[in-house]
Nanobody, 123 residues
Framework: QVQVVESGGGLVQAGGSLRLSCAAS????????MGWFRQAPGKEREFVAA????????YYADSVKGRFTISRDNSKNMVYLQMNSLKPEDTAVYYC????????????????WGQGTQVTVSS
């Protein structure tokens, strides 16, 4: 199993940037695909981005493509979400999730979830 904890959320003006971090536990972190999801008030949780264990494959929701970048550092058991050109509609609680070890699938399915970090983008 793997446990994940998100950080880095906050309040930012439209057009600004934030970087979210996700710290993961577990000796086999490098075998897990990782992803980010978000949930806005009154809406269902939606997929944002995912990255394979080797970092060579990533994919994004159309709504964030070209603005957000997912990355990982397996030596530090960390996953990041760099968010640029933020819009008010990006306001949500962002969740980090680990998928099933060794399984790369689309759509990405989270197996282990963090508690989330709030991102608020003001207009």
């Amino acid at each position: 199993q793997v446990q994940v904890v998100e950080s880095g959320g906050g309040l930012v003006q439209a057009g600004g940037s934030l970087r979210l971090s996700c710290a993961a536990s577990g000796r086999t972190f490098s075998s897990y695909p990782m992803g980010w999801f978000r949930q806005a008030p009154g809406k269902e949780r939606e997929f944002v981005a995912a990255i394979r264990w080797s970092s060579r494959r990533t994919y994004y929701a159309d709504s964030v493509k070209g603005r957000f970048t997912i990355s990982r550092d397996n030596s530090k058991n960390m996953v990041y979400l760099q968010m640029n050109s933020l819009k008010p509609e990006d306001t949500a609680v962002y969740y980090c999730a680990a998928g099933a070890a060794g399984l790369w699938e689309r759509p990405f399915q989270g197996e282990y979830w963090g508690q989330g970090t709030q991102v608020t983008v003001s207009s």
